[in-house]
């Protein structure tokens, strides 16, 4: 039997959306022009649809053509567009300034993430100027059970959706010290709640800290966090955490 019609033009519709996203992110991978028969190579299309896409996007004013040896290579208009979005996103403008000023105040890496069904989502990252440092981007996607956003956002609904998502997590070990058990990663997030905010050490990447804080702006949940170097954060882990219990409570309020 045939899928539905609806079916096959929607799951069409999504890989070339998909192949859009592919190209974008391959030029900001390799940082370089390149030709159609790399593109498809790389990005593993077929070269009827990859010449169709980079012409259609070279129609639109998003790529440009450099020659037969060089290709293609994107116009700033991905940056014109990606930055007009960016200034007028609401969450990102209540929430720079504090950002900021909690990296430039710990010396650490400062992050607003929010929930995404079963998973976190980071939405801005502020990095301090330092080369040992929690790296992160924007855009990143980590699982709940992890990170110390994760359980935040856990902690933000009733206990009957929460244990609705916990039931579709695998809990799997990143590290020797990644909670995999479900009892114990439902007492972590207890024991988080009742102290204000909520930290994993060494449970995504060995030598990284991450303490956070959930809040709720509407009806979505997010969470502010802090992540370092565990040899850096040692020590400091109470006094961040106030710091974002206080910070959480501005952009809440």
């Known amino acids: 039997m045939k899928p539905p019609q609806a079916m096959t033009e929607r799951a069409a519709g999504v890989k070339s959306a998909v192949r859009v996203l592919d190209v974008l992110e391959f030029f900001a ?6 030709t159609l028969a790399r593109l498809c ?15 259609t996007l070279r129609q639109q004013g998003y790529l ?38 909690i990296s430039s105040e710990t010396g650490e890496t400062a992050i607003l993430a929010k929930r ?10 502020v990095e301090p100027d330092r080369t040992l440092r929690f790296s ?34 695998k809990l799997v070990a990143y590290s020797d010290r990644t909670v995999t058990d ?15 905010y909520h930290v994993a050490i060494g ?19 997010y969470a502010l966090l802090v992540g370092g170097p565990t040899q850096r954060l040692e020590g400091h882990i109470d006094e961040i955490g106030r710091m974002l219990i206080a910070r959480t409570a501005q952009l809440a309020g």
Not at 203 to 221: H, L, M, N
Request: aromatic share 8%; charged share 25%.
């Open 116 to 125: 995404e069904e079963n998973h976190v989502l980071y939405l801005e990252v």
């Open 203 to 221: 449970e995504y990447q060995s030598d990284t800290t991450a303490i956070a804080v959930g809040f709720r702006f509407g009806t979505e949940c």
């Open 182 to 196: 479900m009892n114990r990663l439902k007492q972590v997030i207890e024991e988080g709640e009742a102290a204000g």
């Open 64 to 101: 440009y053509w450099l020659g037969k040896h060089h290709g293609y290579y994107p116009t700033r208009r991905w940056r014109d567009q990606g930055e007009a979005i960016t200034r007028h996103d609401p969450i990102l403008s209540m929430a720079s300034e504090s950002l900021h000023h």
């Open 29 to 34: 991978r390799t940082m370089e022009p390149a």
């Open 41 to 55: 190579t790389e990005l593993d299309m077929p070269k009827s649809s990859g010449h169709a896409l980079m012409e």
């Open 136 to 169: 992160a981007y924007a855009g990143q996607i980590k699982p709940m059970h992890s990170a110390a956003s994760g359980r935040a956002l856990l902690a933000l609904i009733d206990s009957d959706e929460r244990n609705k998502v916990l039931r579709q997590l």
